[in-house]
Each structure stands twice: as structure tokens, then as C-alpha cells.
């Protein structure tokens, strides 16, 4: 019996050898979630799925269903992998956003924001937007909303005051607490507290600048809330800490 294939489109997130010859890529598609699928002959060098496996490629992928393991039958590429990887900042950028979604989500776990958020952030890199403090704490936002864990920036989490000047950020509670109720979190300054707020709304073409103190504070504060709720730090978050 001939397997049954289906379309869609997909950004690669990781791969890794699979056998001799083979890799396994894991995609994150539009419309099925994370699946992982077999590339015959890709570690070979000669295959014409070559490309459609590489990190980072977006493309319309023919998918095989397995019984295990799906597997990639064709593939046209919407946009390529190396437009990504000419620029090291871009890179890392890069490789913390399918980090990123890649822990958020299990397999098969139906998530079409995933996808939209991954294409467009992949997309701004290529096109040579900066992947600097404003990209990378918009993306964590964006990443935290999708999964469900959009942190409270409006008023303080706990008691539901306003938020003075002297705002906490705390990820156990999930988001800011004024000073009585998150003694223990991040401070992170009135004007970290203001650029969260213009983050978590903003496009990519027109991100805020960061201000002038408190940007390392809502740095600190956003990853920990990111590894408070994975229970794991990010292995491409090392290569950031460097550039
Ligand atoms: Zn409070």
C-alpha cells in the first residue's frame, strides 16, 4: 500500500544523522505541528532534498506519513537557509528563535502561531533586519504569548494595582508585581518596565530602542521567565551572550 503524502508548508528547526545516509529533520509545519521526518540520502551529499534540509529552510514540503517516522518526499524552497547564515548575529538570532519554538511546542502539537511567528521572524533576519536587544526581547514576548504564558505588564499580577515606578518582574507569578507583593523579582526600573510595554506590541519595523537603563534588567527578566517555565536554559542563548 502506498503511503499516504500531504502538503505543507514548514521551516526546518534541527536535524540529525539518521543511519548511513539518512538525516531525520524536524519541521515545524503550518497547519500539523512539529513533525520529524526522514531526508534519504541527504547525509550523503547528493541528494536533491538537500537543501530542503538544511537549518532554517523554509518550503512547501511533500511529506510521506510512517509509521513511526514521516519522511520528505519533495520539496520546493520558499526561502533558502544561507541568507540566514552569512551574518553571525543573524545566526544566533536565528538560532534562538527555532530554540525557542522548537522547546514551547511538543510533536504534533497543532500550532499555526508558531509557524507565523518563526516565518516572520526568519524572514525580518534574512532581509537583513538588526537582531539586536529590541528583536530579541519582542520575539521572547512573542514566543511567551503564543504558548499561553503572555506576561502581565499592565498592573501588578498579584494585587492588580498599578504599577509604580519601582515594578518587579517575576516569573513564577508571570509578569510584574509592584514592590509589596514581588520582593523577590527582577527590578526592572520605570523605563524597563515602559519598553516591555511598547514591545509587546510593536512590529518588527518599528521596534522600540532600548532605553538607557533597565534594557540588561528586561533581558535577565525574560529569559528566566522563558527557563522558569522550560526548566532548562537555551543552548543557543550561549552564542548571544558572546555576540
Ligand atoms: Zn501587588
Not at 126 to 139: H, N, Q, V
Request: charged share 20%; proline share 6%.
Amino acid at each position: 500500500m502506498a503511503a499516504a503524502l500531504y502538503k505543507t508548508e514548514a521551516i526546518v528547526l534541527r536535524g540529525y544523522p539518521f543511519g548511513e545516509a539518512d538525516r531525520v529533520i524536524v519541521l515545524q509545519t503550518a497547519e500539523h505541528g512539529k513533525v520529524r521526518d526522514v531526508a534519504k540520502g541527504v547525509s550523503r551529499g547528493k541528494s536533491r532534498l538537500a537543501a530542503a534540509a538544511q537549518l532554517f529552510t523554509h518550503g512547501s514540503y511533500l511529506l510521506w506519513q510512517g509509521r513511526e517516522l514521516d519522511g520528505i518526499s519533495q520539496a520546493d524552497i520558499v526561502r533558502q537557509s544561507h541568507l540566514l547564515t552569512a551574518d553571525l548575529g543573524a545566526l544566533a538570532a536565528a538560532s534562538y528563535a527555532v530554540e525557542l519554538v522548537d522547546s514551547f511546542w511538543e510533536d504534533r502539537q497543532e500550532a499555526p502561531e508558531a509557524f507565523a511567528l518563526l516565518r516572520e521572524n526568519l524572514d525580518w533576519l534574512s532581509a537583513g533586519g538588526p537582531p539586536g536587544a529590541p528583536f530579541l526581547r519582542r520575539l521572547e514576548l512573542q514566543v511567551l504569548a503564543a504558548a499561553g504564558f503572555a506576561p502581565e505588564l499592565e498592573a501588578c499580577v498579584q494585587c492588580g494595582r498599578a504599577l509604580a515606578a519601582e515594578a518587579r518582574y517575576v516569573p513564577s507569578r508571570g509578569g510584574l508585581c509592584c514592590p509589596a507583593c514581588g520582593g523577590e523579582g527582577r527590578p526592572v526600573g520605570p523605563a524597563g518596565a515602559a519598553w516591555l510595554r511598547a514591545l509587546a506590541g510593536a512590529d518588527l519595523d518599528r521596534l522600540p530602542p532600548p532605553p538607557g537603563q533597565g534594557a540588561a534588567d528586561v533581558a535577565a527578566a525574560l529569559y528566566s521567565h522563558v527557563t522558569y517555565i522550560l526548566g532548562h536554559p537555551l543552548r543557543s542563548r550561549g552564542m548571544l551572550e558572546i555576540l
